[in-house]
């Protein structure tokens, strides 16, 4: 049975940091494409970052760019986003996402979720 559990949401204040974290079980980690999304109130799910299996590629929401860094440890089977100089409109429900395509297959998972809120 896979599990991607999420922790390391909170409240913070507009300008602070933290530090998002998943363990996955029940999968081979170093196979999958890592990613965080998130949902706000009355929004859609959106990708907020992504980490390529090998630890070769990354990519970020453009709100995100400068602030957010998505980082693996296939050792220990964690993905972790911190997130810095947070602002308000950051607040939502960051998911844990697992990923793999294999010719016309794919095959993927996804977190409970995390609540991250910004405010003051």
């Known amino acids: 049975q896979v599990q991607l559990v999420e922790s390391g949401g909170g409240l913070v204040q507009p300008g602070g940091s933290l530090r998002l974290s998943c363990t996955a079980s029940?999968?081979?980690?170093?196979?999958?494409?890592m990613s965080w999304y998130r949902q706000a109130p009355g929004k859609e799910r959106e990708l907020v970052a992504r980490?390529?299996?090998?630890?070769?590629?990354?990519n970020y929401l453009d709100s995100v760019k400068e602030r957010f860094t998505i980082s693996r440890d296939n050792a220990e089977q964690t993905v972790s986003l911190q997130m810095n100089s947070l602002k308000s409109e950051d607040t939502g429900v960051y998911y844990c996402?697992?990923?793999?395509?294999?010719?016309?297959?794919?095959?993927?998972?996804w977190g409970q979720g995390t609540q991250v809120t910004v405010s003051s």
């Open positions: 996402h697992a990923s793999i395509t294999i010719g016309t297959m794919r095959d993927e998972f």
């Open positions: 980490i390529t299996s090998d630890d070769f590629y990354t």
């Open positions: 029940g999968l081979t980690f170093s196979r999958y494409a």
